[in-house]
């Protein structure tokens, strides 16, 4: 079945920096647009960013656009967010989400990976 | 940008009650409209999709109408499992994904 697993969280100071990865498996990668989304504590789903299958085509959520970059490895079945600039309001969990084939929602969802920004 | 408006933000309700959450949009979605039950701890897990369409492995207990601006998922007979935080989610033609504020489901 689909999986994906997210990694990379973890305590960095404010204007810092940290690669979040996701392993996908159980489905072919190339075939599907990938997505992070982010939970803020207390607070509802945000979505921050999209690739395409290829990799050809990104899309960024105003708040993170210059700040996070979204790529992609169909060769070990990975989807990556390099997360810069780092602000205490970036605090959250970081969802990775597989778009359905007409990329109108998200239909598996990684458990999260949890970024804390705090000097 | 679309507006998304999502309530209540809490229900509290019984075993075996039917509960409804609204979603409104501005301006239309169409059907680009999905909701999601999210636990604590856990991924969120898509339930409905094109606004009325039920995934697979979903209860039957679940289900979702509307079109345009006005949405509705409505949960029959409330299982003790059905605790959680529901949320719409919208796709517009910008290529942006915008999710409602959330239903906090509590028995």
């Known amino acids: 079945q689909v999986q994906l697993v997210e990694s990379g969280g973890g305590l960095v100071k404010p204007g810092g920096s940290l690669r979040l990865t996701c392993a996908a498996s159980?489905?072919?990668?190339?075939?599907?647009?990938m997505s992070w989304i982010r939970q803020a504590p207390g607070k509802g789903l945000e979505y921050i960013a999209y690739?395409?299958?290829?990799?050809?085509?990104?899309h960024y959520a105003d708040s993170v656009k210059g700040r996070f970059t979204i790529s992609r490895g169909n060769a070990n079945d990975s989807v990556t967010l390099q997360v810069s600039s780092l602000r205490a309001e970036d605090t959250a969990v970081y969802f990775c989400?597989?778009?359905?084939?007409?990329?109108?929602?998200?239909?598996?969802w990684g458990q999260g990976t949890v970024v804390t920004v705090s000097s | 940008d679309v507006q998304m408006t999502q309530s209540p933000s809490t229900l509290s309700a019984s075993i075996g009650d039917t509960v409804t959450i609204t979603c409104r949009t501005s301006?239309?979605?169409?059907?680009?409209l999905a909701w999601y039950q999210h636990k604590p701890g856990k991924a969120p897990n898509l339930l409905i999709s094109?606004?009325?369409t039920l995934e697979s492995g979903v209860p039957s207990r679940f289900s979702a109408t509307g079109s345009g601006t006005e949405f509705t998922l409505t949960i029959s007979s409330l299982h003790p499992d059905d605790v959680a935080t529901y949320y719409c989610?919208?796709?517009?033609?910008?290529?942006?994904?915008?999710f409602g504020q959330g239903t906090k489901v509590e028995i």
């Open positions: 301006p239309s979605v169409f059907n680009y």
């Open positions: 094109k606004a009325s």
């Open positions: 989610q919208q796709y517009d033609s910008n290529s942006v994904y915008t």
């Open positions: 989400a597989r778009l359905d084939t007409s990329n109108t929602h998200f239909d598996s």
């Open positions: 690739i395409s299958n290829t990799g050809r085509y990104t």
């Open positions: 159980g489905f072919n990668f190339r075939e599907y647009y």
